[in-house]
């Protein structure tokens, strides 16, 4: 339907899928089982439609019969419209099909040009109304609808006075069920969420040397700027003045996985080791916002050039990972201060915490750290039943070569956070091992994850590996359980990687339907 004006009212059912409207200047979901009603002077239209979605739409006049007999109205005030009709707008059912099947025979009707046809589709549309009106929701559909709707008002309005009341009301909710379930729901209360906004907002302009107290504590919903430097403060770990020095600091991050250090902390460094393949999704990500790019090309072989680039740039901080040279190191350490992290022998997120702590972001860390652990606990409760019970094996593919592999990160995700049952038992629990297919048979996964490399000689062995009679032997193969893992991100061990691994391990073994 393309955008009109609605002369009369309309009533718009969405008989099959999902479609969106325009109303006015709104956007409106209907799905299945859900109508909109429109009344005279809206503008109105179709925005899209899923590929089976279709709307039926029915326009009819209403009169009143209290002091204005055969008055329409499209020339009554708002409180005269709903004498008319009991509310107007979205209104959603427990029974979608019934209303679907409503439609479609009022529809039908009309359209079949039957001498009594029109009267069968006005006694369909006053059905209708009645079947709406009777049994409509104007509530979503379940809680989780509910919390979502309370968690884009924040979003949107976190710069002003916000309550759980407010928000109860936006949810529809009672306030006590409404707290209770949205910390369940995300991990935080709802107040939790409004602070971190704001602090988050005040963190993003402060980055820019213009900045004033004042008007930051404006922008982010405090009254004065005293209160906002307590708050922040308190929140933060430091004062506003130290954490703008510190967000003056040019950083560079010479180690590729440095960045997946500094994006959970909303650091974006001056420079930094990046490479379209080598770290893809930080170049396709972040490179617009890092002025100087140096290489990151094969885990860094042009090191010397970069050292060079490096001499001309007015950084004040350079972090590495501790597998860089000697020589690599003595020669940064010329340049500008240097913090080596020890990711060879420290857990991930003490790293991450070390280098929060060099840059003032301790609290962003907490946050980051906080969302993940919710983020894992419940990837945990969704994990399906079958990989709970079954080993799981990780093969590395290079050429015709197999290897059975397991790195630091997949270790601590895959066996460590996530409890899953290793089908390999080796002394370390970081192995490269060659292995047969006879013998991958004999180990007998219940699960097996693919790491194939990215060459035309290692793709056509793939190629022939599946049509192999052993390969197909093996039980993981027979039951379709094999899945493929990218190198990018379960090659790089930092912070961000963890979650793209976890949310990348969600999309392999998505929650089996009860």
Avoid at 80 to 99: E, F
Avoid at 109 to 131: K, N, T, V
Avoid at 439 to 467: C, F, H, K, N
Avoid at 501 to 507: A, G, I, N, P, S
Wanted: hydrophobic letters at 40%; proline letters at 5%.
């Amino acid at each position: 339907m393309r955008q009109q004006l609605a002369l009369s009212f309309a009533l718009i059912v969405a008989a099959c899928g999902d479609g969106r409207l325009m109303v006015d200047q709104e956007t409106v979901e209907l799905e299945n089982g859900s109508a909109y009603v429109c009344v005279p002077g809206q503008t109105f239209g179709t925005v899209d439609l899923s590929e089976d979605g279709e709307l039926i739409a029915f326009y009819f006049d209403a009169y009143a019969d209290s002091n204005s007999v055969g008055e329409e109205a499209g020339g009554k005030e708002d409180g005269q419209l709903d004498a008319l009709l009991p509310y107007h707008g979205k209104l959603r059912v427990h029974t979608p099909g019934k209303l679907a099947v409503m439609a479609e025979s009022a529809c039908r009707a009309w359209q079949h040009g039957e001498p009594m046809g029109h009267f069968r589709s006005q006694i369909d549309l006053q059905e209708m109304l009645y079947y709406l009106y009777r049994n409509s929701r104007t509530k979503p559909y379940h809680a989780g609808e509910a919390l979502e709707a309370a968690k884009r008002y924040i979003d949107q309005h976190y710069n002003e006075p916000v309550t759980i009341e407010q928000l109860a009301r936006v949810a529809e909710l009672s306030p006590k069920y409404f707290a209770e379930m949205y910390k369940k729901k995300y991990g935080k209360s709802p107040i939790e969420y409004v602070t971190e906004k704001r602090m988050q907002r005040a963190k993003q302009l402060m980055a820019t040397a213009s900045a004033k107290l004042r008007e930051i504590a404006h922008q982010t919903g405090y009254a004065d700027e005293f209160y906002f430097s307590r708050k922040f403060k308190q929140e933060i770990g430091v004062s506003p003045s130290v954490y703008m020095r510190s967000r003056r600091r040019k950083l560079a991050a010479y180690s590729p996985s440095v960045l997946g250090f500094l994006t959970p902390l909303g650091f974006m460094p001056y420079a930094a080791a990046m490479h379209p393949k080598w770290t893809e999704y930080y170049y396709r990500e972040f490179r617009s916002d890092i002025p100087l790019h140096i290489s990151a090309y094969r885990y860094n072989e042009d090191w010397r050039e970069n050292l060079e680039r490096l001499r001309q740039a007015p950084i004040d901080l350079i972090l590495a990972v501790d597998s860089i040279s000697e020589e690599e190191q003595r020669a940064l350490e010329q340049m500008a201060p240097v913090q080596i992290l020890a990711a060879s022998q420290t857990e991930w997120r003490e790293l991450l915490m070390q280098v929060a702590e060099e840059i003032n972001e301790s609290w962003q860390a907490n946050q980051w750290l906080r969302a993940y652990e919710f983020r894992l606990e419940q990837v945990k409760e969704r994990l399906p039943q079958s990989l709970r019970q079954e080993t799981l094996v990780i093969v590395r593919m290079k050429e015709d070569r197999l290897f059975l592999h397991c790195n630091r990160g997949m270790a601590c995700l895959l066996f460590d956070d996530l409890g899953l049952a290793p089908g390999y038992v080796c002394d370390t629990p970081c192995y490269n091992c060659p292995i047969t297919l006879e013998e991958l048979g004999r180990i007998d996964p219940g699960y097996l994850l693919m790491m194939i490399r990215q060459d035309s000689e290692t793709l056509e062995a793939w190629g022939r590996l599946q049509v192999n009679p052993s390969w197909q032997a093996i039980r993981a193969v027979q039951r379709r359980r094999v899945k493929l893992l990218s190198s990018d991100p379960w090659l790089e061990y930092s912070a961000h990687a963890h979650l793209r691994m976890l949310d990348q391990f969600t999309e392999l073994f998505p929650e089996e339907n009860p």
